[in-house]
Nanobody, 123 residues
Framework: QVQLVESGGGLVQAGGSLRLSCAASGRTFSRYGVGWFRQAPGKEREFVATISWNADSTYYTDSVKGRFTISRDNGKNTVYLQIDSLKPEDTAVYYC????????????????WGQGAQVTVSS
């Protein structure tokens, strides 16, 4: 069993930066791939980024490439999402999820989900 807790969200101006953290409980966290998803008001949850269990592989949705960076520290049971050059359209609740070892872009590949962190970008 893995429990995930996101933190680091907040209100930021366009062009600013945030770093989201996803802290996990459970000794087997290092075996899981981790993904970040987001859901804006009135929209479906969408994939943002994923990282494999050993951090050898990362993948991003096109709209965030070059602005978002996913990383992990298995010694701290934490995955990070560095978000730079924020845009108003990045406003959403951001969720981290743990699942298949090499991650993926489909929500169904993930077994455990956090409660979400609100990111609001003002123009």
């Amino acid at each position: 069993q893995v429990q995930l807790v996101e933190s680091g969200g907040g209100l930021v101006q366009a062009g600013g930066s945030l770093r989201l953290s996803c802290a996990a409980s459970g000794r087997t966290f290092s075996r899981y791939g981790v993904g970040w998803f987001r859901q804006a008001p009135g929209k479906e949850r969408e994939f943002v980024a994923t990282i494999s269990w050993n951090a050898d592989s990362t993948y991003y949705t096109d709209s965030v490439k070059g602005r978002f960076t996913i990383s992990r520290d298995n010694g701290k049971n934490t995955v990070y999402l560095q978000i730079d050059s924020l845009k108003p359209e990045d406003t959403a609740v951001y969720y981290c999820a743990a699942g298949a070892p090499y991650g993926g872009s489909w929500w169904g590949e993930y077994d455990y989900w956090g409660q979400g962190a609100q990111v609001t970008v003002s123009s």
